[in-house]
């Protein structure tokens, strides 16, 4: 992928997952570029369909654009970093990440975000004042190359 682009993802996105908020400061493995459509379903590679992605929500996502509501047992489509505003589906209860929304539950899901290694990382990222990073992030964001 052209370096401008993925240099262009990463400085919207903060330099954090736009699935988990993890700060790809603290991530020992490179964050990835996501299709959020994925290209197996005809999501082209612009600006409006990547994001940054940590490898594991990456991995887990897969080319999957939809999930199972795990409250009301439907089909329903998942979080969109372009589209969806991530406040309105997510909300952080300490190192654990509530989905608000049928979308935000089916994503959480899906990605597996609430991973016990996942959950273990951010409360000692919360230990150590680096998480969640949102709003410092966007107070100061990261210069990049
Ligand atoms: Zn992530």
Same mark, same amino acid.
């Given at each position: 992928m052209d370096a401008a682009l993925v240099a262009s993802v990463t400085r919207r996105a903060h330099a954090?997952?736009?699935?988990?908020?993890? +700060?790809q400061a603290v991530s020992s493995i490179p964050f990835e570029i996501d299709h959020i459509i994925a290209q197996k379903h005809?999501?082209?590679?612009?600006l409006e369909n990547l994001g940054l992605a940590c490898f594991y929500c990456n991995s887990h996502k897969g080319p999957n654009i939809a999930g199972i509501d +795990?409250?009301?047992?439907r089909i329903v489509r998942l979080y969109h970093p372009r589209k969806d505003r991530w406040n309105k589906h997510f909300h952080w209860d300490g190192p654990v990440l509530v989905g608000l929304s049928a979308v935000g539950r089916a994503t959480l899901a899906v990605l597996v975000i609430n991973h016990p290694d996942a959950v273990t990382l951010r409360a000692s990222l919360i230990d150590e004042g680096l998480f969640p990073p949102t709003e410092p992030a966007l107070r100061h964001p990261p210069r990049l190359p």
């Amino acid at each position: 992928m052209d370096a401008a682009l993925v240099a262009s993802v990463t400085r919207r996105a903060h330099a954090a997952c736009e699935y988990c908020q993890l +700060p790809q400061a603290v991530s020992s493995i490179p964050f990835e570029i996501d299709h959020i459509i994925a290209q197996k379903h005809g999501g082209p590679t612009v600006l409006e369909n990547l994001g940054l992605a940590c490898f594991y929500c990456n991995s887990h996502k897969g080319p999957n654009i939809a999930g199972i509501d +795990p409250e009301s047992g439907r089909i329903v489509r998942l979080y969109h970093p372009r589209k969806d505003r991530w406040n309105k589906h997510f909300h952080w209860d300490g190192p654990v990440l509530v989905g608000l929304s049928a979308v935000g539950r089916a994503t959480l899901a899906v990605l597996v975000i609430n991973h016990p290694d996942a959950v273990t990382l951010r409360a000692s990222l919360i230990d150590e004042g680096l998480f969640p990073p949102t709003e410092p992030a966007l107070r100061h964001p990261p210069r990049l190359p």
